[in-house]
Nanobody, 123 residues
Framework: QVQLVESGGGLVQAGGSLRLSCAASGSIFSINAMNWYRQGPGKQRELVAGITSGGVTNYADSVKGRFTISRDNAKNTVYLQMNSLKPEDTAVYYC?????????????????WGQGTQVTVSS
């Protein structure tokens, strides 16, 4: 079993910064990609940023230049540094670990999600 725990959300004024963390734990041999998604009020969930085990990153156009994703493979932890926050960044942010290979025999490669952390940006 694999668990993802996010932290770092909160309330911040427009122009401010927050750093989200997501730690994966459990029977993990390797994780391919780790991504951050968000779902704003009345909106569909969208990909915010992703990073592969080799450090290749990708970002949604709406956050390029403001958000930075990073990863500590040894700790199975992914971070999202969010700067110059805007009210439209308000959402529940979820992390996901994709194509996780378990240390346990017989467990299929699978994806896992965190419970989400609320980010609210006031104007």
């Amino acid at each position: 079993q694999v668990q993802l725990v996010e932290s770092g959300g909160g309330l911040v004024q427009a122009g401010g910064s927050l750093r989200l963390s997501c730690a994966a734990s459990g029977s993990i041999f390797s994780i391919n990609a780790m991504n951050w998604y968000r779902q704003g009020p009345g909106k569909q969930r969208e990909l915010v940023a992703g990073i592969t085990s080799g450090g290749v990153t990708n970002y949604a156009d709406s956050v390029k230049g403001r958000f930075t994703i990073s990863r500590d493979n040894a700790k199975n932890t992914v971070y999202l540094q969010m700067n110059s926050l805007k009210p439209e960044d308000t959402a529940v942010y979820y992390c996901a670990a994709l194509s996780v290979v378990s240390t346990k025999v017989g467990i299929p490669i699978d994806d896992y999600w965190g419970q989400g952390t609320q980010v609210t940006v006031s104007s």
